[in-house]
């Protein structure tokens, strides 16, 4: 199967200076690279469009894929949670996939070597993987318990 064919719907994106008050959980790539925590932020400092992120999503960065990036966003935080527009996101549908084992999937070799090369941009700092092709990417994908036992090997 693809990438494509694990994930569930987007929860869509939105401005979050349009709710000035509220504070969101951010999934920034400073945050990853800092803490490798989300940040709290409010509303009014987050000055860009951000993607809505559902509890369990995996997210490949692909800004500069290079530098390689995947987050697991299993938090169970009552915040609303957002993710920069330089993250792929994939929701994981729970009936289909281990969000674990996607998380390891995309670190594998059967993944990232393949996200690196599907990019687009001028130097290597500007470079993005496409998104679209990267959900074409084809895995290797054992049943839900046979992923369940991966998961908690690795």
Do not use: C
């Amino acid at each position: 199967m693809t990438i494509g064919q694990l994930v569930g719907r987007g929860a869509g994106n939105l401005t979050p200076s349009a709710y000035p008050h509220e504070v969101f959980e951010y999934h920034s790539i400073p945050a990853y690279r800092e803490t490798g925590k989300p940040t709290e932020e409010i509303g009014t400092n987050i000055r860009s469009q951000k993607q809505v992120v559902e509890h369990v999503t995996v997210l490949f960065g692909k800004l500069n894929p290079r530098v390689e990036k995947v987050w697991l966003v299993d938090s169970r935080s009552p915040l609303r949670k957002i993710a920069s527009t330089e993250w792929i996101s994939v929701p994981v549908r729970p009936n289909l996939a281990n969000p674990y084992f996607v998380y390891y999937l995309f670190w594998s070799d059967q993944v990232m070597p393949l996200a690196k090369g599907l990019v687009a941009g001028s130097t290597p700092s500007r470079q993005r993987v496409d998104p679209k092709s990267f959900f074409e990417i084809p895995v290797v994908f054992p049943s839900l318990p046979e992923q369940k036992k991966i998961a908690a090997a690795l």
